[in-house]
């Protein structure tokens, strides 16, 4: 089922939850919404749920309006942070709760509900753990659990808040991936909230970057990631650097060199900031004449495959972090306070308003 959102708009008292939010989420995909904490992602699930009506705007369910549609209507299935399991009942009670509840009519036979439970806790890969209460689970086991329970009613979207947040590091990243084959076996059309970019870019099919009650860009993970439309989502995408400087003619000033900016044409002087990923930058040993930026190494951490450089300007601006191959750093033969010169190797530039947001 497809699900659209349009120009949805919510408040809480005088505080804007949600400004004109419109979005796709195609049939079978998952979708990730990610954002900073308080940025509108539950909000607008719960409202795509029915949980939670609109001030305005409109939820189409395959193209038709949801708004007189009932929770109940909707076939959608929740996976929440804190597993709403039922203590009392056994795991496999607990996943044939929804099948239970159905009127008589539409209530599937004994054998059906067994076999239905079965198979889904194969689905899971937890068979073995059929007749244990929640209690006796770890949490990653009560999350698959709870997703079982959510597919149990053959929901058409399948919502997710933050399913993994309560797990620790290593427990998550297992159930993202086992989340992703899941989904390719299922294609259920999913929406999945979480604040962890690393969850997001490593799951989905698309991104919805989510600031302040509004949509700041949607993508691919790789167009996102490697696109970004905005300095928000530069910095909220993993590391980066900040150049500011004056931008005049496609030309950005900044860190002592000069950096191409196209599409900044103005002949008028502004403010620009350049942004560059720690690992676009190369980096050599400092030569007379050489061009770029020239800095002083202060700290290395060169462990694994990757070396991360911490590097100083003359200027006492703000630390310039590089991330190089452990191999380069090794051919370089770098020590501490080394001079050196770095290169971005792509760079991308927004002008800076007055009032200081960089766009
Ligand atoms: P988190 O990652 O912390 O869960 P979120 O992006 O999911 O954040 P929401 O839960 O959608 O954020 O909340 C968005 C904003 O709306 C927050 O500032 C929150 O305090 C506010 N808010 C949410 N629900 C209510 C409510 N029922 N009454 C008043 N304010 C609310």
């Known amino acids: 089922m497809s699900i659209e959102v349009h120009h949805i708009q919510k ?20 979708t990730a919404l990610l954002g900073p904490s308080g940025c509108g992602k539950t909000t607008l699930l719960r409202i795509i749920a029915g949980l939670e009506s609109p001030d305005s705007g409109q939820v ?3 193209g038709e309006d949801a708004s007189a549609r009932h929770v109940r209507e909707r076939q959608v299935g929740f996976v929440f942070q804190h597993y709403a399991l039922f203590k009392h009942m056994t795991v496999f009670e607990n996943i044939a709760f929804g099948l239970r509840v159905k009127p008589r009519a539409q209530r599937p036979s004994e054998a059906a509900i067994r076999e239905k439970v079965k198979s889904l806790l194969e689905l899971v890969q937890l068979d073995w753990l059929a007749d244990r209460y929640p209690p006796q689970l770890s949490g990653g086991q009560r999350q698959r659990i709870a997703l079982a329970r959510a597919l149990a009613v053959e929901p058409r979207v399948l919502l997710l808040d933050e399913p993994f947040g309560a797990l620790d590091a290593k427990v998550r990243k297992e159930l993202r991936r086992w989340l992703r084959r899941l989904h390719d076996e299922l294609h ?6 979480t604040h962890d970019q690393e969850e997001a870019l490593e799951v989905a099919d698309q991104v919805v970057l989510m600031n302040k009650g509004q949509v700041e860009q949607i993508g691919t993970p790789e167009a996102v990631y490697n696109h970004p439309a905005s300095p928000f989502v530069y910095g909220f995408l993993g590391n980066v650097n900040l150049f500011h400087g004056r931008l005049h003619e496609g030309v950005l000033d900044a860190a002592g060199a000069r ?3 196209p599409g900044h ?49 003359d200027d ?14 090794a051919q370089l033969g770098l020590k501490n306070g080394d001079t050196l010169v770095v290169r971005p190797r792509r760079l991308q530039v927004f002008a800076q308003q007055e009032g200081g947001t960089a766009r």
Do not use: M
């Not at 259920?188 to 909230?193: A, D, E, G, L, P």
């Open 11 to 30: 408040r809480f008292g005088s505080f804007t939850a949600l400004n004109d939010v419109s979005l796709n989420f195609p049939a079978g995909e998952l």
């Open 259 to 261: 950096f191409e900016a």
């Open 316 to 329: 006492n601006a703000e630390l310039i972090e590089a991330v190089i191959p452990n191999e380069r750093f």
């Open 188 to 193: 259920v059309t999913s929406i999945f909230v």
């Open 60 to 62: 189409l369910l395959d």
């Open 265 to 313: 044409d103005d002949t008028r002087d502004a403010s620009g900031v350049g942004y560059v990923r720690p690992h676009d930058l190369d980096v050599e040993r400092y030569a007379p004449g050489a061009q770029g930026i020239v800095v002083q190494l202060r700290r290395a951490h060169a462990i694994g495959p990757l070396a991360q450089l911490e590097l100083e300007r």
